[in-house]
């Protein structure tokens, strides 16, 4: 049963000063009015940026309960609610899709004359800002042209009656605290308040990467960032059995369910490179196993991206982080990639990557300490400025079996759609 939706949940609004509002009180939106700003500026791309941003507002609020209904008018969108609703599981859910830059709840009521607007707005203002010592403004709007009365004097009218009704406010029409948005339509939209969304643009607006995702901290925040500028996100894990468990295999399929609260649902493609690693181990320098190690794995997610429609690969690398990441490392790692590589987190310090692993909640399952198939095979002093012929010229060793253990390794491919929730 839908919980009654009670407007304490409420976050605290950007425009206006008080406390917390509505404490205990029954929630009186039915409305949000969805804001997105990045996507406002494409030209002609435009439409095609609404209709994924809608797509992905109607995914996230599948999870919520409560029956919902999403419009798209005006260059606006709108979320209506049809039945009974859970207030803060609805923003939760809306916080969570890229391309939404505010969360304006909204009073939605029939035109039934002016004198019921002015009843409506004053109880709206009575209920949401219990102080009632701050500045304000109407901003009225007329999408509908044949309302009986200007912009100007709906503005000029409404805040006569507001100011009767509530002598401790005080119009500034230049920086009020409050902006009190009344929007003429088909029917009469009230809202005041906007909660910050994620912003970045919707997922499925720019193109699908597969991101390479381990166990750690950074690759699930790499593939986050990714999503958040619009992107799909396909994932593959290597691990590598007996000498990785299933524990290890496990956080990575929790790390993917948890990106895909935002990024919507991810194929997850696990590979298992064991025969790859002890064969670079055998006749390779120890020194370079990680760097040698770390090119097949561009390679064979470089080879799934393209059989999956991928248009890069990501990674959770950030120069200097470990040997395996000196610039000198990432160029001979890059080497063998033909697509763009995106390392979201290149510029990053560690404490500004675990930042973004606490804000989406991937840090706490991160730092499980499960083996992973790059510690278990490391070596004591890896090169850090490895030189890329030499690195070639040891690959060589490989040669005759590696490309049949490639395309072993490929076979095993086992993809799992991983999703958050039900679905
Ligand atoms: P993480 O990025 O998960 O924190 P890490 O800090 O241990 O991993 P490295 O081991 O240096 O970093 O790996 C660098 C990048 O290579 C990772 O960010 C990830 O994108 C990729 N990678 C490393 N190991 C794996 C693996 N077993 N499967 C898939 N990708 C991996
Ligand atoms: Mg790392």
Redesign the pocket.
Known sequence: MAVPCLGWQLEKAVHWPGEWFTRGRECMFNVFLIKYAEIGVKGKNKYLFEEALAVQVKYALKRCEGTFKVTRTDGRIYVHALSEFDYEETVDNLKTVFGISGICPVIYAEDEGFEKLSRTVVEYVDKVYEDKHFTFKVHARRARKNYPMSSMELNRELGGVLLAAFPEMKVDVHQPEAMLHVEIREKIYIYSMEIPGPGGMPVGSNGKAM??????????A?GYMIAKRGVKIDA????APPYTSDRAKQKVVDLAKQISRYAGPVYLHVIN?TEIQLLIYEKCPHEEL?IIM?RY?MRIAERLAKENGCLGL????SIG??A??TVQSLAVTNEVCTLPVFRPLVGFDKMEIVDVAEKIGTYET?ILPYE????IFVAKHPVTKPNLNVIKRHEQNLEGKIEGLVEQAIATDQVEIVRWGNL
């Open positions: 991101l390479l995702l381990s166990g750690g901290i950074d690759s699930p790499a593959v894990y290597f691990h490179f990680t770390r794995m990501a990674t959770g690398e982080q470990v395996s990441q991160s992973d198939c790059c510690t």
